[in-house]
Nanobody, 123 residues
Framework: EVQLVESGGDLVQAGGSLRLSCAAS????????IGWFRQAPGKEREGISC????????YYADSVKGRFTISSDNAKNTVYLQMNSLKPEDTAVYYC????????????????WGKGTLVTVAS
């Protein structure tokens, strides 16, 4: 059974940091790209970053470039999203999703989804 499980969401003050984790199981981790998406209340889901676990290729949306860093621990089948300099507008439910490479942040391209973890950034 394919599973993607996000963790690490929390309430944090503006300017703070959080690290989200996405633990994957049930598929060949090295064969997939893992992306992070977020959805704020009343807004569409936004693709923010993606990494291919085999090559390490990454992509960042402009909204998070320079503040967020995606990484992959292939031994643990886990992808991380380090989020620094958080802003209130980063408040959202964060999802990870998997698809075959290349990197993409198009939600329609993703094959598997986690259930999300809530990040709240207080001003």
């Amino acid at each position: 059974e394919v599973q993607l499980v996000e963790s690490g969401g929390d309430l944090v003050q503006a300017g703070g940091s959080l690290r989200l984790s996405c633990a994957a199981s049930g598929f060949r981790f090295d064969d997939y790209a893992i992306g992070w998406f977020r959805q704020a209340p009343g807004k569409e889901r936004e693709g923010i970053s993606c990494i291919t676990s085999s090559s390490g290729s990454t992509y960042y949306a402009d909204s998070v470039k320079g503040r967020f860093t995606i990484s992959s621990d292939n031994a643990k089948n886990t992808v991380y999203l380090q989020m620094n300099s958080l802003k209130p507008e980063d408040t959202a439910v964060y999802y990870c999703a998997a698809t075959v490479p290349p990197v993409t942040v198009e939600a329609s391209d993703m094959d598997y989804w986690g259930k999300g973890t809530l990040v709240t950034v207080a001003s």
